[in-house]
Antibody
Framework: EVQLVESGGGLVQPGGSLRLSCEASGFAFSRYWMSWVRQAPGKGLEWVAN????????YHVDSVRGRFTVSRDNAKNSLYLQINGLRAEDTAVYYC??????????WGQGTLVTVSS | EILMTQSPATLSVSPGERVTLSCRASQSVNSKLVWYQHKPGQAPRLLMYGASTRATGVPARFSGSGSGTEFTLTISSLQSEDFAVYYCQQYNNWPQTFGQGTKVEIK
């Protein structure tokens, strides 16, 4: 059974940083593209970033480029999202997901990031 | 960026009813359209990909149709476990974009 467990969220002040983690199990992690998708309170879903199997190809949505960086460690079956320069509008639940051809076939339960002073 | 528009925003239905959800793309996405089901506090669940192919384990009461810019998700007979928010998402163009969701609630 595919399992994705996110962690690392919390309350952070504007301008602060966080590192989100996603631990994967139940499938061959190193064979999959992986993504981060977020949902702001009361809003819909927004793709944030994705990364290819080896970690050499990465893409980020325009609104986070330069502030967020996706990475992975296949030896640890883990996906990461380094978030810097946090803004109030980054407040959201952040999900990791396996990615197939541009859509998301398995998701974690998410980790909440709250940006507030 | 392709804009995805879902309608209606909220649908109030009774168990056993047939439900049709709509999703419109601002330009053609061919058949590269997926549907997700999302319940509060849970992980979103992939229901449909390629506009009309059910994901593994999805009951046959769920069906999808459409291509180009107009898509529908139909639930033939709504069950209690189907009350949720449903999102469409296109993956034809980068960046992949989602609709704002349709909430299916108990009438």
């Amino acid at each position: 059974e595919v399992q994705l467990v996110e962690s690392g969220g919390g309350l952070v002040q504007p301008g602060g940083s966080l590192r989100l983690s996603c631990e994967a199990s139940g499938f061959a992690f190193s064979r999959y593209w992986m993504s981060w998708v977020r949902q702001a309170p009361g809003k819909g879903l927004e793709w944030v970033a994705n990364i290819n199997q080896g970690g050499g190809e990465k893409y980020h949505v325009d609104s986070v480029r330069g502030r967020f960086t996706v990475s992975r460690d296949n030896a640890k079956n883990s996906l990461y999202l380094q978030i810097n320069g946090l803004r109030a509008e980054d407040t959201a639940v952040y999900y990791c997901a396996t990615t197939a051809n541009g859509y998301f076939d398995h998701w974690g339960q998410g980790t909440l990031v709250t940006v507030s002073s | 960026e392709i804009l995805m528009t879902q309608s209606p925003a909220t649908l109030s239905v009774s168990p056993g009813e047939r439900v049709t959800l709509s999703c419109r793309a601002s330009q053609s996405v061919n058949s590269k359209l997926v549907w997700y089901q999302h319940k509060p506090g849970q992980a979103p669940r992939l229901l449909m990909y390629g506009a009309s192919t059910r994901a593994t384990g999805v009951p046959a009461r769920f069906s999808g149709s459409g291509s180009g810019t107009e898509f529908t998700l139909t639930i033939s007979s709504l069950q209690s476990e189907d009350f949720a928010v449903y999102y469409c998402q296109q993956y034809n163009n980068w960046p992949q974009t989602f609709g704002q969701g349709t909430k299916v609630e108990i009438k």
